[in-house]
Nanobody, 120 residues
């Protein structure tokens, strides 16, 4: 079983910063792409915020380019999201996602989500 656990969410004022962390644990052979998604309102689909390949290549949603930075530590099986210059529209539940190789197959896994609220 593979688990992803996020931490670091909270309430922050506009213009502030937060750093999200996600730790993968369990029995697996390899983690490939890791990323962050967010759901900005109940019933809306989760949307990609940023993702990072094992080798370090990154992709960002246009709305966060220049403000957010995704990084990872392969030795610790962790992914991070540094969020700067936060805006009220960044308010959402943020989810960690990882493509994980377990014996015989690749599976996608999700964390439970962490709330980020940007408000004055």
């Amino acid at each position: 079983q593979v688990q992803l656990v996020e931490s670091g969410g909270g309430l922050v004022q506009p213009g502030g910063s937060l750093r999200l962390s996600c730790a993968a644990s369990g029995t697996f052979l390899r983690i490939d792409t890791m990323g962050w998604y967010r759901r900005q309102a109940p019933g809306k689909q989760r949307e990609l915020v940023a993702r990072i390949l094992r080798g370090g290549s990154t992709n960002y949603d246009d709305s966060v380019k220049g403000r957010f930075t995704v990084s990872r530590d392969n030795a610790k099986n962790m992914v991070y999201l540094q969020m700067n210059s936060l805006k009220p529209e960044d308010t959402a539940v943020y989810y960690c996602n990882a493509d994980v190789l377990i014996p015989g197959t690749w599976n996608g896994y999700w964390g439970q989500g962490t709330q980020v609220t940007v408000a004055s």
